[in-house]
């Protein structure tokens, strides 16, 4: 979430109170401790779960007129996800999540920030239609990338024993004949990221 003026956090202190996320003697009592312990108040108040980050995020995203998403339980199509290179994700805490009126669909952390909207909109080349998430929403699909790689790791690994036509049983835990000359080939044939490289070989 965006650093707050202190117009818009008293309106989020207002909102969640007129919503019922908190009582007045709730608030009164976290903004008094927050203060003692020289804290951000809505810091304080996610980190001694008096609201939930996606509470604060919705709130926030009320007062600040854009829209929210809910990202806990989502699952991103790889292909979508795949629009934005992990690392500028990870940098923007920014994630796509699928097509909307001709538009991308990217949920941000800071989804008021004109600027990073305008670099990614520039690096996806497409323009964007821009949703608020709370950090730990993005977070979640942010590990979807790991998931994707395993994926593509398994992928290449069946298509390379498919292709030498050998036996694909392993015992003990250890890897086939087949499967170390795969992993050898991937890891010499192929423009693999080093981390990657780095993997398959530690596995052969």
Known sequence: MSVLSVDSEQQVKDALVSSGVLTEDKLFEATTAAKKTKQPL?????????????????????????????????????????????DIAERYMAVTLGEMQHRLVVAMLD??????????????????????????????????????????IDEVLKEKLKTTG?????SDGAFSSAENKAIKTIVQDSPISKALSAILEFAA
């Not at 989804?111 to 690096?123: C, H, P, T, Y």
């Not at 050998?166 to 392993?170: I, N, R, Y």
């Open 42 to 86: 809505f810091g304080y108040l996610a980190k001694n779960k008096y609201i939930t980050d996606e509470q604060l995020t919705k709130v926030h995203a009320t007062i600040t007129k854009v829209p929210y998403v809910n990202l806990t339980n989502a699952r991103v199509d790889p292909k979508v996800l795949g629009l934005l290179p992990q």
């Open 166 to 170: 050998e036996d694909t049983k392993v």
């Open 111 to 152: 989804a008021d920030n004109v600027q990073a909207v305008d670099f990614l909109s520039n690096r996806i080349g497409r323009p964007l239609k821009v949703y608020v998430a709370s950090e730990a929403g993005i977070r979640q699909v942010l590990k979807q990338y790991g998931a994707q790689l395993d994926t593509q």
